[in-house]
């Protein structure tokens, strides 16, 4: 009897291992990287737009899986993320920046420093980012930068999606002529 039930509970765990584990195993996967992606853009709206937007809604709208579309010859943990945001305007001016910039009219207010100086307290920055996030050695997910240059045309240039807006009055100021 005794031999019998421990057959049963063997066969039990062995059939509970390979059906259920792996869900929890996919599950656990979701939760570390809608979890890394929260942080990491988190870190990336704070780094892009220097502190002068306090995030009032983030959430992960997509989680799409590389691993089969790629052929890179190796087994790398690569997923795109698509968030969505929403941000405020707050006081802050950033201390790297002239003080003379947030003065209103100001002429060095152009450009990529639309929404720094451009906009009033309060302003609603919104839209979606897309993300490319890698899995690194101690197994936790980290954001692969778009851009191995220091330059850029706009704050969040390589991750916002722009989805058919004008760069002019979204990311930046003023209208440029002849477009």
Known sequence: MICVLR???????SL????????LADEDTD?????????ETRDIIAR???GHYDLTNLAVLKIEDLQ???SLG?????VKITMEFSAKRNTTKHPTLNPNTFEPGNAMCRSWLYLHCGVPIGHVFQGKLELLLA?????SWRAVSPHWRSRRPYPLHGYLLLEGREEEGY???????GR
Not at 7 to 13: D, M, Q, R, S
Not at 74 to 78: A, C, E, Q, S, T
Not at 135 to 139: A, K, P
């Open 31 to 39: 939760k570390n990287i809608t979890g890394s992606a929260l942080r």
């Open 171 to 177: 990311v930046l100021f003023p209208k440029q002529q």
């Open 74 to 78: 190796h087994d790398y943990g690569l």
């Open 48 to 50: 892009e737009l220097f």
């Open 16 to 23: 509970w291992v390979a059906c259920c584990a792996p869900a």
């Open 135 to 139: 899995v690194d050695r101690d197994g």
């Open 7 to 13: 057959h049963t509970a063997i066969v039990f765990l």
């Open 68 to 70: 089969d579309r790629l």
